[in-house]
């Protein structure tokens, strides 16, 4: 049975679900960084998932990707599937700027996370979750 890893039940936010993925959001507004988690039970790394959940997954990750390059006006999409600390598949999603704080290095342990607002997670969610189809569904906010 699938069940979400501790550290991303505690430092993202469920936004909703693709047919094979939870959309989260990385509750850090230091960059707009959202995470795909297939919803599959012991699965690490991309070649595990049948060849149905990979291209699924794909599908997922390039719809994602183009409408939050376009809903943030990114320089730089980067796209990760580490899982050096969190064993469980999830693949980044984070919008980069040349302006940014870290440009064009990686963000991973550089800065110290700033939580979202109420008020800013519902901002995000009006400006992101309605250009998600491919059968996404919204859960409902916090």
């Known amino acids: 049975m699938f069940t979400l890893d501790p550290i991303l039940q505690r430092d993202t936010l469920v936004l909703g679900e693709f047919p094979l993925s939870l ?6 507004r230091n960059f707009p960084w959202f995470i795909l988690v297939p919803r599959r039970a012991e699965i ?5 998932l049948t060849p149905d959940d990979q291209r699924q997954l794909i599908q997922e990750s390039s719809h994602l990707a183009q409408q939050l390059a376009a809903a943030f006006q990114a320089d730089k999409m980067n796209i990760a599937a580490i899982g050096n600390v969190v064993r469980q598949l999830h693949v980044h999603h984070i919008a980069r700027y040349r302006h940014d704080p870290l440009w064009p290095a990686p963000v991973w342990g550089k800065l110290d996370p700033v939580p979202y607002t109420k008020k800013e997670i519902a901002e995000l969610r009006e400006k992101i979750l309605p250009s998600l189809a491919l059968g996404f569904v919204s859960r409902p906010s916090l």
């Open 23 to 28: 959309l989260l959001l990385m509750n850090d």
């Open 44 to 48: 690490s790394e991309i070649y595990q």
